[in-house]
């Protein structure tokens, strides 16, 4: 069975959003074409040595809900990887904490620590510090931004919402590779209700 998300105590009301004065590029709730312009001419135009981690699914047949990661160093695919959850938001939030613990090696000379996410609502899950389903991915996601910028105030940290529609993302043949070889592996264990699990027993 896929290990569940640590326990983390949810923020008070009034500290609903994780939030930093370094914290850049929250796109709006509508992004409008210039930002969806500047976020694609920057996917694909990334200055060195920024650290950069894409997050997006790669559904396969009996792997509805497999996603991956992709780090990139500048313009240069340095590691890439897949996890999987019985939905969507949380096989993209296993990805995402995946990859930023994978691009833990190179963030000591980085001072620009970039997330490429396919969705808003994922942006808005990994910052929210109330009770949800996924709180101990967002307290790991929060944390670890938190570490990134103590390190320096010349560290600043941006996320960029993108679209897997865009062409000449970097580490698509990777991607495929990931999509592809689940195909070797067994599908994705489902959650049963209690009550039918029950109802099955009796």
């Not at 210039?34 to 694909?44: C, G």
Request: hydrophobic fraction near 40%; charged fraction near 15%; include cysteine.
């Amino acid at each position: 069975m896929p290990k569940p998300p640590p326990f983390s105590f949810p923020n008070p009301p009034h500290l609903r959003t994780w939030s930093h004065p370094r914290l850049y590029g929250l796109p709006l709730p509508k992004p409008c074409t210039e930002s969806r312009k500047a976020a694609r001419e920057l996917l694909q135009n990334l200055p060195f040595p920024t650290t950069s981690v894409l997050v997006q699914l790669i559904p396969a047949p009996h792997h509805p809900f497999a996603s991956c990661f992709t780090i990139m160093r500048g313009g240069t695919v340095v590691g890439c990887g897949r996890s999987e959850a019985a939905n969507p938001q949380g096989a993209l939030m296993a990805a995402l904490i995946s990859g930023l613990k994978q691009c833990d090696f190179f963030l000591s000379d980085t001072t620009r620590l970039l997330f490429f996410l396919p969705n808003r609502s994922l942006i808005d899950m990994a910052l929210l510090l109330t009770k949800h389903t996924l709180l101990g991915f967002s307290r790991t996601f929060t944390d670890a931004l938190n570490t990134f910028l103590s390190g320096g105030a010349h560290r600043v940290v941006e996320v960029r919402q993108f679209s897997v529609k865009w062409s000449n993302i970097p580490g698509k043949i990777l991607r495929e590779a990931l999509r592809d070889s689940l195909a070797e592996v067994p599908p994705y264990p489902t959650s049963i209700p209690p009550k039918a699990a029950s109802l099955a027993a009796w």
